[in-house]
Every structure is written in structure tokens, then in C-alpha cells.
């Protein structure tokens, strides 16, 4: 389980730049979406026109109120096929604007990653994010089928994660307290990105201190003992795409991704501003 986690991590940068590389958010105002809309359009696009209220279920940590200023307006200014190709070209461009491509063990990384994701694909029972995603096709570019596949492994990923946390009885709002008090990501980057009123973040806040989870603004003993719970399930709940490849296979993903995933940060491309 570890080296599947491991594995993830170093190669999630090739994912997640795509939520802040200018390569993406030009192409999404040349469409028509302004401020958020251009995220929330186009990680929800394999649903089709999604409403406001499957994005709020499926994104699961964002304001509603935010959600429902960007969706379903974005279906009005554009469509779904658009803004899916518009994401395409944005990772393909931002991705080699950072080497990706020259990296030698590319092709290797590929070939590993694609087929976790293609495991992945064979369990979408569940998972109605990465079930969406998981219905498009595969790309002709090899650095887009990379960022394809490791696309689809975040989002698998990701609804096990939403799962674990609904079992545990942790609330978006409270999702979003926790993560602040383990102390890896600061507050105000989560306030503002999910945009809640810092009256509802106070009061999420004093639930998690009754609950025994939070002691001023850090995890208490139990509210650390909880969350490397919620890590640990999501990583069980990972496994049945890691397990395509088999322990060595992930031992070898996580070595040989390094380098493409340290490039993605070397060059920037997960820079805030």
C-alpha cells in the first residue's frame, strides 16, 4: 500500500498543475468562462451539462453558493465538448512547457501509469467523478494519454476519498478544518479557494472541538488518529488500481515519475499565482 501511495503522489503534480497554469485559464476565457467557472466547467465536463447540485455532490468541498454562481451558467457561454478539448490542449502545452516529453523515463512512466488507470477503470462502482472521466477516450498524444491516465487514477482516488470521509461522518466544511489543523496546507489558501464564509468556518470549527478532534487550531491526539485513518482507507480504496501493477510495479512508477513530477514544480507550473 505504501509504494501505490507513493507512486500517486510523485505523479500527481502532471495532474494537478492543470488547476493553475495559464495555459488552462486562457484557454477557458477564449470560451467565455470567467473567474471559477473555468474549473468547475471543466473537471465537470465528462458529466455532460452537469447541474450546480451534481457538482456540489461530487466535488463535495466547495461553497455551494460558489458552485452555483458558476454552474450550469458555463453551459450557456460554451459546451461541454469544447471545454474538454480546451482542458486537453492546456495539460498537453503547460506539460511540455516543463519537458515532460524529454524526460527519458516517459514512456516507461506511461506505460505503468495507463495501465493502473485502466485497472481502475474496470471498478467504477461508486465513483461517479471518475466513472465520468473514465468515459472518455484515450488521447493520441503520449503526453496527453499521461496526463489522461494519471487524471483518472486522482479522480478514482479522489471518490474513495469523498467515501471515507461521508462514513466518518466529517462534512465538506469540516473536511476542510481538518486539513487546515494538520498544519500542510495554511488556512486562508482553503477559505478562499473554497470560498466559505468565515462564520460557517468558525462553526465547523467548534463542532470538530466538541466532536474532541480539534484543540485550539491543531488536530488533538484523536483528531490525528482520525485523519491518518481517513489517509489510510483511501489508500485501501486506491489499491484495486495499484494492483495491476503489483508491489514492484509501484516501486518502479514511484521512482521513475520522480523526475517528471519534480519538473512540473521546478518549472512553476503549480505556482498559486
Known amino acids: 500500500m505504501k509504494a501505490a501511495r507513493v507512486a500517486w503522489r510523485r505523479l500527481e503534480p502532471v495532474h494537478g498543475m492543470i488547476y493553475f497554469v495559464p495555459e488552462a485559464h486562457d484557454r477557458y476565457a ?23 447540485e451534481l457538482v456540489i455532490a461530487t466535488f463535495y468541498n466547495f461553497n455551494p453558493d460558489l458552485v452555483r454562481r458558476a454552474v450550469p451558467a458555463a453551459w450557456d457561454v460554451t459546451t461541454p465538448d469544447k471545454i474538454l478539448g480546451a482542458r486537453r490542449e492546456a495539460a498537453a502545452a503547460a506539460l511540455r512547457r516543463a519537458g515532460i516529453h524529454e524526460q527519458p523515463t516517459m514512456p516507461e512512466t506511461l506505460t505503468l501509469a495507463r495501465r493502473a488507470a485502466e485497472a481502475a477503470c474496470e471498478h467504477p462502482h461508486g465513483r461517479p467523478l471518475f466513472a465520468a472521466h473514465a468515459t472518455l477516450p484515450w488521447p493520441d498524444e503520449p503526453i496527453e494519454q499521461l496526463w489522461h491516465a494519471q487524471t483518472l487514477l486522482r479522480e478514482f482516488r479522489g471518490d474513495g476519498h469523498v467515501a471515507t470521509l461521508l462514513t466518518e461522518g466529517i462534512g465538506p466544511l469540516e473536511a476542510l478544518v481538518l486539513h487546515a489543523a494538520s498544519g500542510t496546507v495554511p488556512p486562508v489558501f482553503l477559505k478562499v479557494s473554497r470560498a466559505w464564509p468565515e462564520q ?3 462553526a ?5 472541538r466538541e466532536r474532541g478532534l480539534v484543540e485550539g487550531e491543531e488536530l488533538s491526539e484523536q483528531g490525528k488518529t482520525l485523519r491518518k485513518h481517513i ?8 489499491l484495486p488500481a495499484y494492483a495491476a501493477l503489483g508491489e ?9 515519475s520522480r523526475p517528471l513530477g519534480r519538473a512540473v514544480v521546478d518549472q512553476g507550473l503549480l505556482n498559486l499565482g
Open 30 to 52: 477564449a470560451l467565455g468562462l470567467k473567474d471559477r467557472a473555468g474549473y468547475f466547467a471543466s473537471r465537470s465536463a465528462p458529466f455532460g451539462r452537469a447541474s450546480a
Open 248 to 256: 514492484d510495479g509501484c516501486e518502479r512508477l514511484a521512482e521513475i
Open 204 to 208: 465547523a470549527e467548534q463542532r470538530l
Open 200 to 202: 460557517e468556518w468558525t
Open 231 to 238: 489517509e489510510d482507507r483511501t489508500d485501501e480504496l486506491a
